[in-house]
C-alpha cells in the first residue's frame, strides 16, 4: 500500500491514477492562485469573499493531506527507507519544503490572526503553491536541468552585465553630472539610468542631454541588446541539447520532443 501511493503521488510512476492526481493537484494550484488574485478586487472579495476563504481552506485540506501522505509513504523509496531518518531527511528536499510552504501559512494565520498586517504578510506566502507546480512539470524541470548544466557560461554573462553596468554608470555620472546634477548626482544614481538603457526599456524619466552623453548613451543600447541576446543562446542552445538527450533516453518524443510520462525520477526498488 505504501508504495503504491508512493507511485501515485509521483505521478510519472504511478499509471492512469497518478496522471489523474497530478491533473487534480495542478488544476486545484492553478484555481488557489486565481482565488489570490481575485480576492485582491474590493468588488469580488465583498461579495464572494465567504466563498473564497471556504475554499482556500478546503485546499489547504487537500494539500495537508497530500504532504501526510508524501511523509508517509516516502520510506518506499530506497533514499529514504530508515522510518524516522528517512523521512526527516524527505522533509528537508526542496520539493517538500515547497509543500510545506503551502499550507504553512494557514496555520500559522490563527497565531497572527490579531495582526492584520502580519496576516497579509501570511497570505503573500500562498503564492509558493505555484511552485508546487514544478513537481508535476517535465517543462520545469528540464529547464532547471538546463539552467544547472549551462550555470558557469551563465555567470560569466551575469559577470559581464555586472561589469558594462558599472562602467557604463561611472561614464555617464562623469559626463552628464554638471548638466543634470539631480538625474545623475552619483554613480549609484546613474546605475539607474544604466540598467534601462542596458535592458532597452527606456521608461524616459532619466536621459543624457549633452551630445556626448547621447553619443554614449547610443552605445550602451547597442552593448545592451548583445550581452541580453547571451542567455538567450546560451539557454536556447541548452534545451536543445536537453530535448535530444531526453529522445536518446526515451523521456520525450522522438517526434514532437513532448515528454511521454511526466517528470522523470527513478522509480523505488
Known sequence: MRRRVFEVLEGGTGGPAGRLFVAFIVSLILLNVAAAMLETVRGVDARY?????????????????????????????????????????????????????????????????????????????????LLKVDRYS???????????????????????????????????????????????????????????????????????ATPLGKLLGGVVATLGVGMFALPAGILGSGLMEEIRRSREEGRACPHCGRPLEGPSRPPPS
Open 49 to 129: 469573499g465567504e466563498a473564497l476563504d471556504a475554499f482556500g481552506a478546503a485546499s489547504v485540506g487537500v494539500f495537508t493531506a497530500e504532504y501526510a501522505l508524501r511523509l508517509w509513504s516516502c520510506t518506499a523509496s530506497p533514499r529514504y527507507s530508515h522510518p524516522v531518518w528517512g523521512r526527516a531527511r524527505f522533509a528537508l528536499t526542496p520539493l517538500a519544503l515547497v509543500d510545506l510552504c503551502a499550507i504553512l501559512p494557514f496555520y500559522l494565520s490563527f497565531l497572527f490572526a490579531a495582526d492584520l498586517r502580519s496576516l497579509r504578510l501570511l497570505r503573500l506566502l500562498w503564492l509558493s503553491r
Open 138 to 208: 517535465e517543462a520545469f524541470a528540464m529547464l532547471w536541468r538546463v539552467v544547472c548544466r549551462r550555470r558557469d557560461e551563465l555567470v560569466l554573462t551575469l559577470t559581464v552585465g555586472a561589469v558594462l553596468l558599472v562602467i557604463s554608470s561611472t561614464l555617464m555620472y562623469f559626463v552628464e553630472r554638471d548638466a543634470q546634477p539631480r538625474a545623475f548626482s552619483s554613480i549609484p544614481a546613474a546605475m539607474w539610468w544604466a540598467v534601462q538603457t542596458l535592458t532597452t526599456v527606456g521608461y524616459g524619466d532619466v536621459y543624457p
